[in-house]
């Protein structure tokens, strides 16, 4: 695990924002795993900069989203479809029709999510994952105790998430109680993993995810087992790493080793 420290969130937003660009320059194909939340706004609010000052271009991208409420149509303002457009999709050239999310108000929720499942394999899994983290250490909203080896499904909603994302809601009572998530053995298929998080609030579970054992109370450890994850995170979410100078001895500043 690679785990770079920021000064402060601005800086791991652009450092993050950073990697991202420079995989779809390599990589203009790329199949990328896409994350919600309020930490990932600014991330792409700098991509859409990029897009506008430099062509960063999405047009060759097909893009997975990792999870969807139950029971929201795509153009419910509250649903991730909408979030995705609002922050991202709209200002860039990727084509929306190779940009896909679980359909929260699919009829069968079971088989959209088996769907769903099937769709990122044939597209040949995710080249690029991007992932925050929940305060009670989910990812994509693979509560605790979520299966380490768990595939796309239907996940029922803590008390402590749906809290946490009231409010991106009218009331807290609007949030719904469950959600279709990619599993965590769909993010942990993923070729490169890079997870950004920031802010005190984060610096437990972030110490939990990378210094803690591996266990499915903890989702975000799963990520321990992965070969190629990068963990963005500033000074404030860093607090609690036992580790932390030897991580800033191997990345100061969150550069790159120096080997
Ligand atoms: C939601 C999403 C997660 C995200 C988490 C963190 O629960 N399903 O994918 O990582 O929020 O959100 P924030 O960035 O707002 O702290």
Known sequence: MKVLILPDAAAATERAAGLI????????????????????EAVYARLIRDHRETGLSFAGVTSFNLDEY????????CSYWHYMRRQLFDHVDI?????????GDAPDPKAEAARYEAAIETAGDIGLQLLGLGLNGHIGFNEPISSLSSVTRIKTLTQSTRN????????????????????IGTIT??????????GAAKARVVAAMIEGPLCASCPASALQMHRKVTVVIDREAAADLRLRDYYELVHPDGREAEI
């Not at 298929?189 to 920031?198: F, G, I, M």
């Open 21 to 40: 660009a420079a995989r779809l320059r390599a990589r203009p194909e790329t199949v990328l795993g896409l994350a919600t939340g309020g930490t990932m």
């Open 70 to 77: 139950v029971g929201l149509a795509p153009d419910h303002p």
């Open 95 to 103: 084509d929306q029709a190779r940009a896909h999310l679980p359909r």
């Open 164 to 183: 946490a994302n009231a409010r991106f809601f009218d009331r807290p009572e609007d949030v719904p109680r469950l959600a279709i998530t990619m599993g």
């Open 189 to 198: 298929r993923a070729s490169d993993v890079l997870l950004l998080a920031h």
